[in-house]
């Protein structure tokens, strides 16, 4: 009867053990993978970042005025590419999760006009609203931040 128990210990501790190394192999096989498909990525953009342009932003800032609250407000941001290289959007960042930018994917050829559409979710938003977008480019000097603001009306119950 001991040694049965002492053969079940010892089976466990090995299958613990196996399952530790399986996790930690996938994981790192996880990471490796990951790090891999951004290098790719990543190289295009530091490329492209590397030949800086400027940038002429025509709407900095948007006043929806006053909505209902729940309802979406959407507006585009118009910039035109007023350097001598393409223009090159790698992220478009809203500072809270109910704005969403959307970014142009591909490069603004210089002297042509490009767009951040942004919806902004008014749900449980009541009150004064003012939302800012961060971009992140190649234009030197910096892009600047993008507002969106308003009145949030709350719904009367």
Same mark, same amino acid.
């Given at each position: 009867m001991?040694?049965?128990?002492?053969?079940?210990?010892?089976t466990?501790t090995?299958?613990?053990?196996m399952?530790?190394i399986?996790?930690?192999?996938?994981?790192?096989i996880?990471?490796?993978?990951?790090y891999s498909?951004?290098?790719?990525?990543?190289?295009?953009?530091q490329?492209?970042?590397k030949?800086?342009?400027?940038?002429m932003?025509?709407?900095?800032?948007?006043?929806?005025g006053s909505?209902?609250?729940?309802e979406?407000?959407?507006?585009?941001?118009r910039?035109?590419?007023?350097? /001598?290289?393409?223009? +090159?959007?790698s %992220? =478009?960042?809203a500072?809270?999760?109910?704005t969403v930018?959307?970014k142009?994917?591909?490069p603004?050829?210089?002297?042509?006009?490009?767009?951040?559409k942004?919806k902004f979710?008014s749900?449980?938003r009541?009150?004064e609203a003012? /939302?800012t977008?961060? +971009?992140?480019? %190649? =234009?030197r000097?910096e892009?600047p931040?993008?507002?969106l603001?308003g009145t949030?009306i709350?719904?009367?119950e």
């Amino acid at each position: 009867m001991l040694k049965i128990k002492s053969i079940k210990k010892y089976t466990r501790t090995v299958l613990c053990k196996m399952k530790k190394i399986l996790f930690i192999t996938a994981l790192s096989i996880s990471v490796v993978f990951f790090y891999s498909c951004d290098i790719r990525n990543n190289g295009k953009k530091q490329a492209a970042i590397k030949d800086s342009t400027t940038v002429m932003v025509i709407d900095t800032a948007y006043n929806f005025g006053s909505v209902k609250e729940g309802e979406i407000v959407e507006y585009s941001f118009r910039f035109k590419n007023s350097g /001598k290289n393409p223009l +090159v959007i790698s %992220n =478009a960042q809203a500072s809270c999760g109910c704005t969403v930018p959307e970014k142009p994917e591909e490069p603004i050829a210089p002297g042509n006009t490009g767009f951040i559409k942004v919806k902004f979710n008014s749900d449980k938003r009541s009150g004064e609203a003012r /939302k800012t977008i961060t +971009v992140t480019s %190649n =234009a030197r000097p910096e892009f600047p931040a993008l507002i969106l603001k308003g009145t949030v009306i709350g719904k009367v119950e």
